[in-house]
């Protein structure tokens, strides 16, 4: 089941490896501290850091360790609720303006690449989203067929017509949004990275931030290698949120997400199980997620197959179990790399940012945080230096939690049952 050179690690990591990088002394004072060197924060500090802020990231572990290199490197426009969902919650002009800012994730991230000149295998090449019953490629095609709020070009392919599009027939047909892209989570995070260093922010690893006291004029934030005064907070941490706030800890909720990457494959059988380029995910509640590794030799694929486990050993069969099932061409595929990552879901479905006297956030994407966390990074760091275009739909909408949550999913398991009933009813 396992190639002899199998790896405990991420795919990706192949071709960038988290690095500490230079590691200078911790500044006794900053404009602008951020914790978490992700996408959100990373982002975040090359708009600081353009703009004038003495700017510091800090993370607990070696930078780029977290989920921005654990992804599948799948960009969509990353808003889960729908207009409907949307509307009654907060009106149609905010529900609109949501879910125009998922638009612009995706139209930020095509528009950064290209302006930058990050080297990260980017690429527009479309969803195929399948549909796992009869009834949710109904609901797809009507779907379809709105016009809704924002123009997605998107179409159907029904069953027959699917496999030019995915090699599989346990799919009933899906629907093609030709806009969304894909990247190289690895090769990102590096080049992201070394754009907030040339701005002039400094980037520490390996530096666990214990506390953040406020004060008069700023933070005293607490650290394992001593304390910093910082005007300003940035928290970028999403899934890895932990007991450092305790008001944010009890909104985010982490949850494990797993991937493999297959062993190289022979050409023609890539091309058969996958002709195309396209990410791919279905409709279903715990969704998979996969796609073709930007060089078209492997597959690399991806699912909530387990609640707690963490070892690769035993959640990279459960994932190839579910590729075997997807594609039974594959019955004799090895597995090459499994890993997993936490993902920060909220109680809502939605993304959340906002700012309190100096202390900013942006977290939550459950799921989508690709796109999103770059985009709202830049938007929160723009806030944190000062510029009126920062401002969010997401800023002042309700942050929700429930009784007794305190940062421990103890609810997943009965959630995730119903949600695996759902799914095989197609509801």
Same mark, same amino acid.
């Given at each position: 089941?396992?190639?002899?050179?199998?790896?405990?690690?991420?795919f990706?990591?192949?071709?960038?490896?988290?690095?500490?990088?230079?590691?200078?002394?911790?500044p006794?004072?900053?404009d602008?501290?951020?914790?978490?060197?992700?996408?959100?924060?990373?982002?975040?500090?090359?708009?600081?850091?353009?703009?004038?802020?003495? +700017?510091?990231?800090?993370?607990?572990?070696?930078?780029?360790?977290?989920?921005?290199?654990?992804?599948?490197?799948?960009?969509?426009?990353?808003?889960?609720p729908?207009?409907?969902?949307?509307?009654?919650r907060?009106?149609?002009? %905010?529900?609109?303006?949501?879910?125009?800012?998922?638009?612009?994730?995706?139209?930020?991230m095509?528009?950064?690449?290209?302006?930058?000149?990050?080297?990260?295998?980017?690429?527009?090449?479309?969803?195929? /989203?399948?549909? /796992?019953? $009869?009834?949710? #490629?109904?609901?797809?095609?009507?779907?379809?067929?709105? +016009?809704?709020?924002?123009?997605t070009?998107?179409?159907?392919?029904?069953?027959?017509?699917?496999?030019?599009?995915?090699? +599989?027939?346990?799919?009933?047909?899906?629907?093609?949004?030709p806009? /969304?892209?894909?990247?190289?989570?690895g !090769? #990102? /995070?590096?080049?992201l990275r070394?754009? $907030?260093?040339? $701005?002039?922010?400094?980037?520490?690893?390996?530096?666990?931030v214990?506390?953040?006291? %406020?004060?008069?004029?700023?933070?005293?934030?607490?650290?394992?290698?001593?304390?910093?005064q910082?005007?300003?907070?940035?928290? @970028?941490?999403?899934g890895?949120?932990?007991?450092?706030?305790?008001?944010?800890?009890?909104?985010?909720?982490?949850?494990?997400?797993?991937?493999?990457?297959?062993e190289?494959?022979?050409?023609?059988?890539?091309?058969?199980?996958?002709?195309?380029?396209?990410?791919?995910?279905?409709? %279903?509640?715990?969704?998979?997620?996969?796609?073709?590794?930007?060089?078209?030799k492997?597959?690399?694929?991806?699912g909530?197959?387990s609640?707690?486990?963490?070892?690769p050993?035993?959640?990279?069969?459960l994932?190839? @179990?579910?590729?075997?099932?997807?594609?039974?061409?594959?019955k004799?595929?090895?597995?090459?790399?499994?890993?997993s990552?936490?993902?920060? #879901?909220?109680?809502d479905?939605?993304m959340?940012?906002?700012?309190?006297?100096? !202390?900013?956030?942006?977290?939550?994407?459950?799921?989508?945080?690709?796109?999103?966390?770059?985009?709202?990074?830049m938007?929160i760091?723009?806030?944190?230096?000062?510029?009126?275009?920062?401002? !969010?739909?997401?800023?002042?909408?309700?942050?929700?939690?429930?009784?007794?949550?305190?940062?421990?999913?103890?609810? !997943?398991?009965?959630s995730?049952?119903?949600?695996?009933? %759902?799914?095989?009813?197609?509801?």
């Amino acid at each position: 089941m396992f190639t002899p050179d199998f790896k405990p690690e991420p795919f990706w990591w192949e071709a960038a490896r988290p690095e500490a990088g230079a590691q200078g002394d911790l500044p006794t004072s900053v404009d602008v501290l951020i914790v978490g060197a992700g996408y959100t924060g990373l982002h975040a500090a090359v708009q600081t850091a353009r703009a004038g802020c003495r +700017t510091l990231v800090l993370d607990r572990e070696v930078a780029g360790w977290g989920a921005s290199s654990r992804n599948g490197g799948q960009v969509s426009t990353s808003v889960k609720p729908g207009f409907a969902v949307l509307k009654k919650r907060y009106g149609a002009a %905010r529900a609109e303006a949501i879910l125009r800012e998922g638009q612009a994730s995706l139209d930020f991230m095509k528009r950064f690449m290209g302006e930058e000149g990050i080297h990260c295998q980017f690429q527009t090449n479309g969803r195929f /989203h399948g549909a /796992h019953t $009869a009834r949710q #490629y109904d609901k797809l095609a009507r779907e379809a067929e709105s +016009t809704g709020v924002l123009k997605t070009d998107a179409f159907v392919v029904p069953r027959h017509a699917q496999h030019a599009e995915l090699g +599989t027939d346990a799919y009933y047909g899906g629907i093609v949004f030709p806009h /969304h892209a894909s990247l190289h989570p690895g !090769l #990102y /995070h590096k080049g992201l990275r070394a754009l $907030a260093e040339e $701005a002039g922010a400094q980037v520490l690893s390996q530096c666990a931030v214990t506390g953040i006291e %406020r004060q008069k004029n700023g933070f005293r934030v607490l650290t394992d290698r001593g304390p910093v005064q910082a005007a300003k907070v940035v928290l @970028a941490t999403n899934g890895y949120t932990g007991g450092l706030s305790r008001w944010h800890q009890r909104r985010v909720i982490p949850i494990g997400s797993y991937m493999i990457a297959t062993e190289e494959l022979p050409g023609d059988v890539m091309d058969r199980v996958m002709p195309s380029d396209r990410i791919l995910s279905d409709t %279903r509640k715990l969704v998979y997620y996969y796609r073709p590794s930007p060089d078209r030799k492997r597959i690399l694929f991806g699912g909530r197959v387990s609640l707690k486990e963490t070892d690769p050993l035993r959640t990279g069969p459960l994932l190839r @179990a579910e590729l075997v099932r997807l594609f039974p061409a594959l019955k004799d595929v090895r597995i090459s790399h499994s890993w997993s990552g936490l993902v920060g #879901y909220t109680f809502d479905t939605l993304m959340h940012s906002g700012h309190e006297r100096g !202390l900013y956030h942006a977290m939550g994407y459950c799921g989508a945080g690709v796109g999103m966390a770059s985009y709202l990074g830049m938007r929160i760091g723009q806030q944190a230096s000062g510029n009126p275009e920062g401002a !969010l739909a997401f800023d002042d909408i309700p942050f929700p939690t429930r009784p007794f949550y305190t940062g421990n999913p103890w609810f !997943l398991a009965p959630s995730v049952l119903a949600y695996r009933v %759902r799914d095989r009813l197609g509801i």
